[in-house]
C-alpha cells in the first residue's frame, strides 16, 4: 500500500471499444441529450417570459427543468466528447467534479420534488389559504433550500467518498460513478458505504414520511369533493407529481441499493442511464403533456418576443399536442 501511486485519471469503460457502437452511441446521446436540453430550456424559457405563469407549481417547475438539464449535461457531453476523440480518459479533478455536481443537482432535485408535494399538499387540503401559506417569498425560500440541501449533501457525501485510495483507474461505467469507484478501492471503502447508505436511507425516510403524509391528506380531501370533475381535476394536478417521484426514486434506488458485482454488469450501465438519463427526458413530458397552459403560453412567447424556435420548437409541441 505504500509503494500504490497515486491515480492522476480515470479511465471511463462504460461502452465497448467498436468503432460500430462508438457510432451508434454518439448518435443516440447525442438525440437524447439535444431532446433533454430542448424539453428543459423551453419548460424554463416559457415560464420566465410568461408572468401569468409566475405561480409556485411554475416556479418550482422551472427549477425542476433546470436541475433536471443540469445533471444530463455533467455526464453526457463528457462521454460524448471521449467517444469522439477515441479516449476513456477523465483527470481526476474532472471525476470529482462529475460526482459532486450528478449529486448536487439529483439530490437538489430529491428535495424540490418534496417541496412540490407539500405544495399540492396546502393548494388542495387548505386552497383558501393557499395565497398566504405559499407566496412568492415562501417559494423562492423553499426552492432556495432544495438547492442549498442539494449543496450541503453533495460537499460531504463527495468529499467522503474520495477520502479513499484506489488500487486501479479503471471505471467500468460512461461516468464517474460512487458504486463503482468504491469497487477500484484499495482501502476498506466499508464505513464509506455504510456512511453513505445510512444517511442516503435516513433522507429516503424523512422524505417518504412527508410525501406519504401529504398524499394521505390530499386523497382524504379529494374524495370529499361531490363532484366527479373536481375529482378528476385534483387527482390530474398531483398525478404528475407522483409519476416523476416514482420514476426518480425507483431507479436511483435499485441503482444505489443494489448488490455491487465484483464484475462489470450490463445491467450496471442499464440501470445507470435509466436514473441519470431517462427522468430529464421524460419529466418536462409528464408535467406539460396534458398542460394547456404551457402550450398556450409558449405560442404566446414565440408571437411576442419574435422566438424562432425552429425545428426543436415544433417537435416539442408536436409531441405535447400528440398527448391530446
Request: charged letters at 10%; proline letters at 3%; aromatic letters at 16%.
Amino acid at each position: 500500500m505504500s509503494n500504490q501511486s497515486k491515480v492522476t485519471e480515470f479511465l471511463l469503460l462504460g461502452f465497448v471499444d467498436i468503432q460500430e457502437l462508438q457510432i451508434f452511441h454518439n448518435i443516440i446521446f447525442l438525440i437524447i441529450y439535444l431532446l433533454a436540453s430542448m424539453e428543459n430550456l423551453l419548460i424554463i424559457t416559457v415560464i420566465i417570459y410568461s408572468r401569468h405563469l409566475h405561480t409556485p407549481m411554475y416556479i418550482f417547475l422551472a427549477n425542476l427543468s433546470f436541475q433536471d438539464f443540469g445533471s444530463i449535461s455533467v455526464t453526457v457531453p463528457k462521454s460524448m466528447a471521449n467517444s469522439l476523440m477515441n479516449t476513456q480518459a477523465i483527470s481526476y479533478s474532472g471525476c470529482v467534479s462529475q460526482v459532486f455536481f450528478l449529486v448536487f443537482f439529483m439530490i437538489s432535485h430529491f428535495f424540490l420534488l418534496g417541496v412540490m408535494s407539500y405544495d399540492r399538499y396546502v393548494a388542495i387540503c387548505n386552497p383558501l389559504h393557499y395565497e398566504t401559506m405559499m407566496n412568492k417569498k415562501v417559494c423562492i425560500q423553499m426552492a432556495i433550500g432544495a438547492w442549498l440541501g442539494g449543496l450541503f449533501y453533495s460537499i460531504l457525501y463527495t468529499g467522503n467518498a474520495f477520502t479513499v485510495e484506489f488500487c486501479s483507474n479503471v471505471v467500468y461505467q460512461f461516468f464517474c460513478e460512487i458504486p463503482q469507484l468504491l469497487k477500484i478501492a484499495c482501502s476498506d471503502s466499508y464505513d464509506t458505504e455504510i456512511w453513505i447508505l445510512t444517511f442516503g436511507a435516513s433522507l429516503c425516510f424523512i422524505y417518504f414520511t412527508l410525501v406519504i403524509f401529504s398524499y394521505v391528506q390530499i386523497i382524504r380531501a379529494v374524495l370529499k369533493i361531490p363532484s366527479t370533475k373536481g375529482k378528476q381535476k385534483a387527482f390530474s394536478t398531483c398525478m404528475p407529481h407522483l409519476i416523476v417521484i416514482s420514476l426518480f426514486l425507483v431507479s436511483g434506488t435499485f441503482a444505489y441499493l443494489k448488490p455491487t458485482a465484483s464484475s462489470p454488469s450490463a445491467l450496471d450501465l442499464l440501470v445507470s442511464i435509466l436514473y441519470c438519463i431517462v427522468p430529464p427526458v421524460m419529466n418536462p413530458l409528464i408535467y406539460t403533456m396534458r398542460n394547456t397552459e404551457i402550450k398556450k403560453a409558449f405560442w404566446k412567447v414565440l408571437a411576442c418576443q419574435g422566438l424562432t424556435a425552429g425545428f426543436g420548437g415544433f417537435v416539442f409541441v408536436f409531441v405535447l399536442s400528440f398527448g391530446n
